[in-house]
């Protein structure tokens, strides 16, 4: 187990199930997060204690089947993970990966605007480029557009030519017709935020709902 990078616990594995999770020269990680996600599923009051070695053990296997091609089986054993630690960011990040290169943009979109939403300035810049794509290729041409040209991502961070030209492209898409340029560039500067008719906040860049307090949008991750 210490091969693997988890705590020193005791494992609950199943006696029908511990030929093929133990075999004999190896362990079985896809049969042991199994057996952890059966055992937490009755065993609530354990998910504490158990949390960050299930997900240790879900990254592994999520990493292993990635590397196979197998993106359903690594979304599940995210999954496992996350239901024993609901808040891992890095299983949140590769979920959205999975979802994205399974071909569910508007899935993998939701999962990035939560990302995005909590943690606005840590957000890796090769993720926010993923998280681009994934809006652009659900529609959201002017979310993808704020995403990645977020005004805390490093400068040189475009001297990379595959970044470059997804910028270059996403503005070509989401900026507005000429004749409605300066009236869009003037409802912007007139209104930071925008109230709806239920007199929530919304963002004026993307139309995005604040949260009270809010420093940054988290649909286009714009300073508010």
């Known amino acids: ?119 606005p300035q840590a957000f890796d810049p090769l993720i926010r480029a993923l998280a681009a794509k994934a809006f652009s290729a659900n529609g959201e041409h002017q979310k993808a557009r704020d995403t990645i040209e977020y005004e805390h991502l490093p400068k040189h961070v475009f001297q990379d030519p595959s970044l470059r030209k997804l910028r270059d492209s996403l503005r070509s898409r989401a900026t507005p017709p000429l004749h409605n340029q300066a009236q869009a560039t003037t409802k912007k500067a007139q209104a930071p935020t925008k109230p709806s008719q239920s007199g929530e906040r919304r963002c004026a860049n993307c139309g995005h709902a604040l949260r009270p307090g809010a420093k940054f949008c988290g649909g286009c991750g714009k300073r508010l």
């Not at 054993?77 to 990040?93: F, I, Q, T, Y």
């Open 1 to 119: 187990m210490s091969r693997l990078g988890l705590d020193p616990l005791p494992f609950p594995v199943r006696s029908e199930r511990a030929s093929s999770v133990f075999a004999s020269s190896s362990v079985s990680v896809d049969g042991l997060l199994d057996e952890l996600d059966q055992f937490l599923a009755g065993h609530q009051d354990l998910i504490e204690t158990y949390g960050a070695n299930a997900a240790r053990l879900a990254m592994i296997c999520a990493t292993r089947h990635v590397s196979r091609g197998d993106f359903s089986a690594a979304l599940a054993s995210l999954g496992a993970g996350l239901r024993a630690d609901p808040e891992n960011h890095g299983l949140k990040v590769h979920q959205a990966l999975a979802l994205q290169a399974k071909g569910h943009p508007g899935a993998a979109a939701a999962e990035y605007e939560q990302l995005l939403w909590n943690a």
